[in-house]
């Protein structure tokens, strides 16, 4: 009986709108805009709690080294700036062990380009082997050139009769190759630009050069130092 009943359609009933009377105030709050909003109060009201034992509890000889090291804008605890924490000498220091970094990963990067490069070989673009037969006479010269033309008939290995499986631990190879190879220009960059910032850190006077100074033309700056006389 009780399935029939569930079976059976039954009137949706709606919440009451808002009474025309007070169509000012807006929308009628819903129970689930309630309960919502409770929830949001509670919780505020939990944080307040939790906050007022903290500082109740607090100890008083405690300490930590942001207490002196932020300050309170508008009520927000805000750090102190770390722009001039190093000084030129140690900012000099810190770029050189970055350039040791990035020289290190280019040379290990070049080095397993010329592996991959000594043991892959093309089957493609294979030189032919030439043999220098001698002969006494010329009947010896006429079979000597029949032998080889016998043996010109068995044509060189190539590419396309490799098993399935070494033609694509051959391919995986080359892509890997090529990989390392943009992989090696991306450092070789790197290392250009981290090199001429790290020059200009250093003393002396120097000044970039304009388009109509360069000898030729360059997608980057180019600077020019004074010369010095050294000591």
């Known amino acids: 009986m009780s399935s029939l009943r569930n079976a059976l359609p039954r009137r949706a009933h709606k919440e009451r709108a808002q009474p025309s009377s007070r169509k000012k105030f807006g929308l009628l ?14 919780k505020k ?47 000099l220091l810190m770029k050189t062990q970055d350039i040791g970094y990035v020289l290190q990963k280019l040379q290990s990067v070049r080095k397993k380009i010329e592996k991959l490069n000594a043991t892959l070989h093309s089957l493609d673009n294979q030189r032919p082997n030439k043999h220098v037969f001698f002969a006494e006479d010329r009947e010896e010269a006429k079979e000597l050139r029949s032998q080889n033309q016998r043996r010109e008939v068995h044509l060189p290995l190539t590419s396309d009769d490799l098993p399935t499986n070494v033609k694509r631990k051959m391919d995986q190879s080359y892509k890997e190759l090529e990989a390392r190879k943009a992989r090696l220009s991306q450092l070789e960059k790197i290392y250009l630009d981290m090199s001429m910032q790290k020059e200009l850190q250093k003393n002396g006077k120097k000044r970039k050069l304009r388009e109509d100074e360069l000898v030729t033309p360059a997608s980057k700056p180019v600077y020019k130092w004074h010369a010095e006389r050294k000591r």
């Open 29 to 42: 709050e819903k129970h689930k805009d309630y309960v919502e909003r409770a929830k949001a109060f509670h």
């Open 45 to 91: 009201e939990d944080t307040i709690r939790r906050l007022r034992e903290k500082a109740a509890n607090r100890n008083e000889d405690e300490f930590y080294f942001k207490m002196i090291k932020t300050k309170t804008v508008d009520g927000v605890h805000k750090p102190e700036s770390d722009a001039n924490k190093y000084t030129q000498e140690e900012l």
